[in-house]
């Protein structure tokens, strides 16, 4: 078959690839524009190396719905549009310049977690499960039917970086099972049911906020699940200065008596370990980055930094 690619981010390079080995034709790779600043590129889609590699046509408008950017796609002739991590929703009339449509891989078991960041935020929630969902596109936002779909377990000290790297590639494997399943004209095809559905919405800096209410768990999987970006933060309350802006590096969850303690209290800064209370529970910080300078290992801003026991962490508020 035919095939246009559109996929911008890291998380379509294996699926691109992954085409590229089949008996498949990609006529063409569909993707973001270039970011500019200034006259200058800042970002470059991982995916235009891969396109590049093969001499394969890129086309990367500002708005893939506009009827010059449908035209372009339908003068390639695609039987089918492969979509992962693009960027945009593509309107019912763009998913009609192929034959058969688009097909969509989605970070997640749908329908739960429709949206921008389904990795983050099945992590955020505690999920010990995710997996990835492929689906023949409809012009509501990951609604289609499921036409493959696989599963995977997520390690308690996985990050949404290390899960993504893992979910893109057992993903690249669906999509091909998708579409040979397509040109066999065996697919099923598997409705969602709206009533399962959760959303994913894309993620904001002051979703990093620690609030130290939560439990240690709780915070543990934000610090996990908001890795690379936006990362987890918190203000140190100094007696002896203005309170300090601090994103948190990996955190454990560790077993403290913090009955009578406010959440946000710092428990133990000595001997290499800075323990947190909670609001159920306690966390070991393994390092910071207080605002403006590098990344501490804990021993290390111990060292150069005054946190004593019953400094407060929180909200950068007088009263927390």
Known sequence: MRLVMMGTGPFAVPTFRGLLETHHIAVALVTGPMKRRGG??????PMRDVAHEQAIPIFDPEDINTESSQAILSAYEADLLIVCDYGQILAAS?????????????ASLLPKYRGAAPINWAIYHGETETGVSVIHMTPRVDAGP??????????????????????AKIGAWFVRRAIDSLEAGVLEAFPQDPALA??????????G???????????????????PWPKTYTFWH????????????PAMVVNSSVATVPPGTILEAENDR??????EGAVALSGVQPAGKRYFPI????????IRRGDRLGADQTDG
């Open 238 to 249: 100094r007696s002896d200065g203005q309170p300090l802006r601090m994103i948190l590096g």
């Open 198 to 207: 959760s959303k994913a919405p894309r993620l904001k800096k002051t979703d």
């Open 274 to 279: 800075l323990v947190v209370a909670a609001g």
């Open 146 to 167: 499921v036409i493959a779909q696989g599963t995977t377990s997520i390690d308690e000290e996985e990050t949404a970086a290390d899960l993504e790297i893992r979910l």
């Open 94 to 106: 763009t998913l009609a310049t192929a034959r058969l449509g688009g097909i969509n891989l989605h």
């Open 299 to 306: 021993a290390e801003f111990l060292r150069g930094y005054h």
């Open 40 to 45: 200058k590129i800042i970002a470059v889609s």
């Open 209 to 227: 906020e620690i609030d130290w209410h939560r439990s240690a768990t709780a915070i543990k999987n934000q610090v996990r699940a908001l890795e």
